[in-house]
């Protein structure tokens, strides 16, 4: 509430135990059957889950662990009292009842209680609502006494010899605190006036004992002395009796004095609360007031008047917390004559003083409410939730704001909110491992802490569990503030479950949240994959890798790639000119292990292979996609389905990519130049069928691998992997070349490839972070480890940890790749080949990594004409969540004219980073992104991805379709070219080289006139 206005509620007639009653229709109140001041938490929440469940919709508005009372909210057109009668009915339930109405709620019937405006304006009526005082609170009156005359206290309101503790009277040293001033009696008043007793006025807190002190005399004057043994004396009744003190001290000195602090550092460190005024001067604070900037426990307090404005009299300054009504504040007078003023019962005073007990009830009803409180948290609990009187967060005059009981008193503790404990691990792979996240939702001011009192039990376990788990102060109760414990599971074997609970506690409140979890184990992903292979006629045009045109580049590059096809993984083949054709139908497979000598499905796939060819024709890439989704599309028992394009050159013959369509993963690899492929319509379709495209550029001697390498990370990214490193390099006679790469703990199993001339031209090792080397000569050693070799491959796929049974155990930290030239393969070789002469034998090393640490990297572009805008995000995992730690990303961008750059990628959020690049020039990006940083357990990690963007003028023209034609073509050009491709297939050698002497380049012209 704000203002002193309420909210509207919604409320009807209705008849309840015989009587007509008005009720909320959107609430209704259960208290539980407890035993008094021994709840038992557990059953508690149990019941309250029970009862949650059985009332669809509801939610619950506010507990009382303490009393067992619940409040609820259920849906509107829910019958109140029919579910009232039926909740009363059931086992551990006192009963249950609507949530009824009046003009006013908790308005006492205190005759003068309507001139009290102080109440209304801070919302009084409000926190009675929920709040009116226990026993288990203390507020001590530290001033001029009580009315009490004659062995009795005299005042109406202030007479319940049970509840107003009579302590010792400074000024006479006696147990009789009488005020011969009236100070005291007022502020006792305001505190703590018996209240809804038919007689005089309201005060805050209606049942919590009141301790009296007398430090002033019969002309309000006392000394620093008497105000700290004051203080110790509430002070240590309060411990002995195990109580919260709230103290009371509507004075304060013009000097400060040790006295003062070390009374303010008693009260403080005890854990108790100090309610000061700040001083009526209308200038700078009295002591101790001040001592709020040094002590949690000290509240200073200012005053306002009737129009919500700080008064011209209430000292100002930083040490000032909150402010109060101060101004016309009517409250208890001694029923008889002091100090010559002859008024009794009832008078209004001004100043900080009659501000002061206000916040001093509150105090009181906050601590009553939640009686777990520290003293600062009480006070925190009173500056968040007081009403800003200006701009900002604080002002010298009204300190934090002016308090607000009723948002104090409902916001003084805890709400906590299980929005996840129920944890379904659904088809997780086998070797993976999954987190998933007890999710509790904390709406408090204050440092909040969960422990797991019950821990999962196998095949589950905590991660990075460190108890307690917490969350700090806050000073926005209304926003929730999530609190995650983390549960982990790792895949067993396929068809495997399990099921398990947990319990966590709140530490502060004492709930119980009960944890369900269950989880089922399959087969590692597979993945039925259709390669899409060009054979148009710009096929058999040089590649720019030696002598290799680009027919001979693409089969070996497909070689390597049948060679590396993961165990139950499946290949189907298309080719495609003017048409397509199948060069595998059905898809092969599964695959057998990749070292298996009798797998008829990798044979096949590699013998089709070579039927590939040979080039001619133009180039329907529409055609080839097509086939390729028709035969996936009776593939079944695989995981996923995926089609891999490669073409050298862009659309000049339907079926166009605009005709066709797919419900497969798309892949494609475009070798060429981007002028060449104009590939915005292959980039758009892989883009939209969670794929991507990658350019070659021109090739030239360093690219040998590039197109192999590109066809490799694809299959990483269909097989869940991860690319960890991918050097290139030189291998000279005589050296080892040491090729580093990082593993960690969430790494399961990792493929070291390397990629090379020719089989046998390298040896190759693998070494692990303790320095042991994996070879030919032990390999058998190794269980976990398997050699595979193909005509330009070879790789270790290693299932971590990898140990020989003995002294050899092998998981985390830096390994090797060993790269040896074999000197005898060498030289047959050397005075063939001038480029491994002049530097040695030239690699590929690919490191790819099954892994619970993942990167997935993409890159859009808004134009493919220069000035396109590149953006490139990489998301960074951790067993399916996003790593918190921060972790370096750049992104090593090859411009098209050769130079590059590296950029850093922006974290825009956990785990993810950003970047936007313009491409002002015309030609291929490449793009690789790094990745380096550290594991939640601090374990070195790196990851790598490439990624191309192409631009072009006329990029953005629209790409052809049967329905609207090539913009690049026209029946005369059509003709044209299919004569010139002809001419090329059928022309012999002798004939083209007789054409290139005389100056004509017949390759060159078709190419110029066709691409």
């Not at 021994?38 to 019941?47: A, R, Y």
């Not at 001290?249 to 009260?267: E, H, I, K, N």
């Not at 010298?396 to 308090?403: A, E, K, T, V, Y």
């Not at 659904?426 to 440092?447: C, M, N, W, Y």
Request: proline letters at 4%; glycine letters at 8%; a negative charge.
């Amino acid at each position: 509430m704000e203002n002193g206005k309420r909210k509207t509620i919604s409320f009807t007639k209705g008849v309840w135990k015989g009587k007509e009653i008005d009720y909320r229709t959107d609430r209704i109140l259960i208290k539980l059957d407890i035993i008094p001041r021994k709840p038992d938490v557990q059953m508690i929440e149990k019941k309250l889950e029970e009862i949650l469940r059985s009332i669809e919709g509801s939610k619950l508005i506010r507990i009382s662990r303490k009393t067992g009372k619940l409040i609820l909210e259920v849906p509107e057109g829910t019958d109140i009292l029919k579910l009232a009668e039926e909740l009363s009915k059931r086992p551990n339930i006192k009963y249950a009842a609507p949530d009824m109405v009046t003009d006013i709620l908790v308005t006492p019937n205190d005759t003068q209680y309507a001139q009290q405006w102080a109440l209304s304006m801070i919302n009084a009526e409000g926190a009675w609502d929920l709040e009116e005082g226990t026993n288990d609170i203390l507020i001590a009156i530290l001033d001029t006494g009580i009315s009490y005359e004659a062995g009795s206290l005299t005042h109406p309101d202030l007479n319940d010899a049970g509840r107003y503790i009579l302590g010792t009277d400074f000024i006479s040293d006696d147990a009789i605190p009488q005020d011969d001033y009236g100070h005291g009696t007022h502020v006792t008043g305001t505190a703590a006036a018996e209240t809804d007793n038919a007689d005089g006025i309201a005060g805050l807190n209606w049942n919590s004992q009141v301790y009296i002190c007398k430090i002033f005399d019969d002309s309000g004057n006392g000394s620093e002395g008497d105000f700290e043994s004051a203080v110790e004396e509430v002070v240590d009744y309060a411990i002995a009796n195990n109580l919260k003190v709230v103290i009371n001290l509507s004075a304060g000195w013009f000097s400060d004095s040790d006295t003062l602090t070390d009374a303010c550092r008693y009260a403080s460190d005890n854990g108790m609360l100090l309610c000061v005024a700040t001083g009526n001067e209308g200038g700078t604070l009295r002591f101790p007031a001040t001592k709020s900037l040094d002590f949690n426990g000290v509240i200073a307090v200012g005053a306002t008047d009737n129009s919500d404005n700080v008064t011209d009299f209430s000292n100002v300054g930083p040490a000032v917390t909150v402010v109060a009504p101060g101004k016309d504040i009517l409250s208890t007078f001694p029923t008889y004559d002091v100090n010559g003023d002859t008024a009794h019962d009832y008078v209004s005073w001004n100043g900080t003083s009659m501000a002061t007990p206000h916040v001093t009830g509150l105090a009181s009803l906050v601590w009553s409410h939640v009686s777990q409180l520290t003293n600062d948290e009480v006070r925190d609990v009173i500056v968040n939730t007081a009403v800003k009187l200006g701009s900002g967060d604080f002002n010298d005059s009204w300190g934090h704001g002016r308090i607000d009981a009723a948002n104090a008193v409902a916001k003084a503790g805890w709400e906590l909110t299980p929005v996840q404990i129920n944890l379904n691990f659904i088809d997780i792979p086998e070797g993976e491992t999954q987190l998933r996240a007890v999710r509790i939702d904390v709406k408090s001011f204050h440092f909040t802490s969960f422990e797991m009192t019950n821990l999962p039990g196998a095949p589950f376990t905590m991660f990075n569990y460190s108890p307690p788990v917490s969350i700090g102060k806050s000073t926005d109760f209304d926003t929730p503030r999530p609190v995650f414990l983390w549960i982990k599971y790792t895949g067993t074997v396929a068809g495997d479950s399990a099921t398990g609970t947990a319990e966590a506690r709140c530490i502060q409140t004492g709930q119980i949240f009960n944890i369900t979890i269950s989880a089922n184990t399959i087969a590692r992903p597979t993945c039925a994959m259709v390669m899409v292979l060009d054979k148009s006629g710009s096929m058999s045009e040089p590649s720019g890798v030696g002598t290799m045109t680009r027919e001979q580049v693409l089969r070996y590059s497909s070689n390597i790639f049948m060679t590396y096809v993961r165990e139950n993984n499946g290949v189907g083949i298309v080719q495609f000119d003017d048409d397509a054709y199948d060069l595998l139908n059905p898809v092969a497979g599964p695959f057998g292990a990749a070292d298996d000598p009798f797998d008829l499905s990798r044979s096949a796939a590699i013998t089709a292979l070579g039927s590939y060819g040979p080039p001619g024709g133009n180039t329907a890439i529409g055609d080839g996609i097509e086939k390729a989704q028709n035969m996936l599309s009776g593939v079944t028992g695989y995981t996923k389905k995926a089609i891999i394009v490669f073409t050298d050159g862009h659309e000049t013959a339907p079926k166009y990519i605009a005709d066709v369509t797919t419900d497969s993963q798309l892949f494609a690899v475009g070798l060429g130049m981007a002028n060449e492929l104009n590939p915005a319509a292959l980039n758009e379709i892989c883009n939209g069928h969670d794929g991507y495209l990658l350019l070659t550029d021109q090739l030239d001697n360093d690219d040998t691998f590039k197109l192999a390498k590109y066809f490799l990370q694809i299959q990483a990214g269909l097989n869940n992997e991860q690319v960890v490193v991918d050097p290139n390099g030189y291998v000279a006679p005589g050296s080892i070349v040491k090729v580093p790469f990082h593993l960690n703990e969430t790494d399961i199993s990792v493929d070291a490839i390397v990629m090379l001339p020719f089989q046998g031209i390298l040896e190759i090792a693998i070494e692990t972070p303790s320095g042991d080397v994996i070879s030919n000569s032990n390999l058998a050693s190794f269980p976990t480890v398997t050699k595979v070799t193909g005509q330009q491959i070879t790789y270790f796929r290693m299932t971590l940890p990898v140990n020989d049974g003995g002294s050899i155990n092998a998981d985390t930290g830096q390994w090797n790749i060993l790269l040896k030239v074999n000197e005898k393969y060498y030289k047959r070789y050397l005075g063939n080949n001038s480029e491994m002469a002049a530097h040695g034998v030239k690699f590929t090393a690919l490191v790819h990594a099954y892994s619970n640490l993942r990167m997935l990297c993409s890159l859009s572009q808004n134009s493919y004409e220069p000035g396109a805008l590149l953006n490139l995000r990489a998301v960074i995992t951790e067993y399916g969540v996003p790593l918190t730690k921060n972790t370096s990303v750049e992104a090593v961008v090859k411009m098209p004219d050769g130079t590059s750059m590296t950029v850093a990628l922006a974290k825009v959020g956990t785990g993810i980073y950003e970047l936007e690049l313009k491409a002002n020039y015309a030609g291929i990006y490449e793009i690789v992104i790094h990745a380096s940083g550290f594991t939640s357990r601090n374990v070195t990690f790196t990851r790598e991805q490439v990624l191309t963007a192409g631009v072009w003028r006329g990029g953005d023209r629209p790409g052809p379709s049967s329905s609207s034609g090539n913009p690049d073509n026209n029946d005369v050009k059509d003709t044209i070219c299919k004569l010139l491709h002809c001419l090329k297939d059928n022309i012999n050698g002798a004939a083209k080289e007789k054409l290139l002497k005389e100056g004509f380049n017949i390759d060159g012209f078709s190419k110029c006139f066709c691409s």
